[in-house]
Structures are given as structure tokens and as C-alpha cells.
């Protein structure tokens, strides 16, 4: 079965400054998408960014970008520029490819807060 | 932007009692999914809804609980008979096809509390 791990329950950065966020995962399969999503304060599940398997090019959204390695099953957040609304906690998720299933499975989450 | 809208964003329910969780997906999606986050846990997938029929559901997704889609635009989370332990907020989302590449949108949570 697929799982995702995401070893760093909190983090904190300065505003300005960059933080990674660090996300594995277990998979046999070779096709599949992976997502970074936010929430706020207000539990809303909002989605930064995301990376397909098949794509060698890491993805990119404004200040948001991934260190996707997939041989090494590894997808990182890096947010650049960090600033006070980016404060929230973020899940990194799996999906699973086109078939009999195509749900989301998610990691435990980072608790990430920005220090002014 | 379209978004997926959930009503009520908060429920006080006593145990025992049933408790209905609405949605309205976004209108050209036709995968909608539940999935439920205990505070201070992860987010957990439910069940995904497809063409009227449940097409996955998880071990959590027992005899209490059921989907349906009454009209065109809303699909409903139906727990027959509430646990203390169904305390949690509730995402409805919903996806345009069943391909891995399309993204799977959420709304803003129904927070239930079985007291």
C-alpha cells in the first residue's frame, strides 16, 4: 500500500527567508501524481502545487516550488519569500494513478510558522 | 474561480443523532469524495462517488454512513446514528474525471461535534 511520511511535525522560518518542507513516499507504481496542499487557520484545503511522476522538471508556482526525486521517492517544498499568510499547515499527498482507485493519501502534515 | 461549497461549516450534534453533511461540488466535476480529518490528525479519504454509485470507500466508511447525490447539484454525507468518536471536520471535494492529473478541490469543511 502507499504511504506518505512527512518527518518534520513543525517548522519555522523568518519572514524573507526560505524553508523546505521535506515529504517521502512508498510506491510500487511508476505513474503518479504528487501534491502539496495548505491549510490555514480556517481548515481549508487549498492546493500549492503539484508534480507528475512522469515529468522530470520540478514543478514551480510562483514562490512555491518541489525537489522532486523519485528515484530516492522524495517530494520537498521549498517556499521562497516566506511571508506571514504562508503560516499554515501543509500536507504533502499522493494519488494514486487512473484506475480502480484515485483517492488522495496524505502524510501527517508540517506545521509551518513565520516569524516576523 | 469555481469552488466546492459545504453546509453547515459547524454542527453540534448529540450522539445517537443523524447528521446530514451537504455539498455542492463544482458544477463539471463528476468524482466527489469525502474525507475526514480528526483534530490534530491527517486527512483521511472517505469514499469517492462517481455516476451515482459509490466507486471506493475506505474501512471507515461502515453501515453508518452514507452518499447520495438527491439532484443535480448536491451530494450529501449522511451518519446514521452519531459516536463521539465521528467528531472531526468533514471535506467534500470534488474532481472533473478520475484521471490522476486532475486535481482534486476541496471545500472548506463541515466541523462536527458529537457531544
Known amino acids: 500500500a502507499q504511504t506518505v511520511t512527512q518527518s518534520q511535525p513543525e517548522m519555522s522560518v523568518q519572514e524573507a527567508e526560505t524553508v523546505t518542507l521535506s515529504c517521502t513516499y512508498d510506491?510500487?507504481?511508476?505513474?503518479?501524481?504528487l501534491f502539496w496542499y495548505k491549510q490555514p487557520p480556517s481548515r481549508q484545503m487549498i492546493l500549492v502545487i503539484r508534480q507528475e511522476a512522469y515529468k522530470q522538471q520540478n514543478a514551480t508556482e510562483n514562490r512555491f516550488s518541489v525537489n522532486f526525486q523519485k528515484a530516492a521517492k522524495s517530494f520537498s517544498l521549498k517556499i521562497s519569500d516566506s511571508q506571514l499568510g504562508d503560516a499554515a499547515m501543509y500536507f504533502c499527498a499522493y494519488r494514486t494513478p487512473g484506475g480502480a482507485t484515485n483517492k488522495l493519501i496524505f502524510g501527517t502534515g508540517t506545521l509551518l510558522a513565520v516569524q516576523p | 474561480e469555481p469552488e466546492v461549497t459545504q453546509t453547515p461549516s459547524h454542527q453540534v450534534t448529540q450522539m445517537g443523532q443523524e447528521v446530514i453533511l451537504r455539498c455542492v461540488p463544482i458544477s463539471n466535476h463528476l468524482y466527489f469524495y469525502w474525507y475526514r480529518q480528526i483534530l490534530g490528525q491527517k486527512v483521511e479519504f472517505l469514499v469517492s462517488f462517481y455516476n451515482n454509485e459509490i466507486s471506493e470507500k475506505s474501512e471507515i466508511f461502515d453501515d453508518q454512513f452514507s452518499v447520495e447525490r438527491p439532484d443535480g447539484s448536491n451530494f450529501t454525507l449522511k451518519i446514521r446514528s452519531t459516536k463521539l468518536e465521528d467528531s472531526a471536520m468533514y471535506f467534500c471535494a470534488s474532481s472533473r474525471d478520475r484521471s490522476s492529473g486532475n486535481t482534486i478541490y476541496f471545500g472548506e469543511g463541515s466541523w462536527l461535534t458529537v457531544v
Open positions: 510506491t510500487s507504481e511508476s505513474d503518479y501524481y
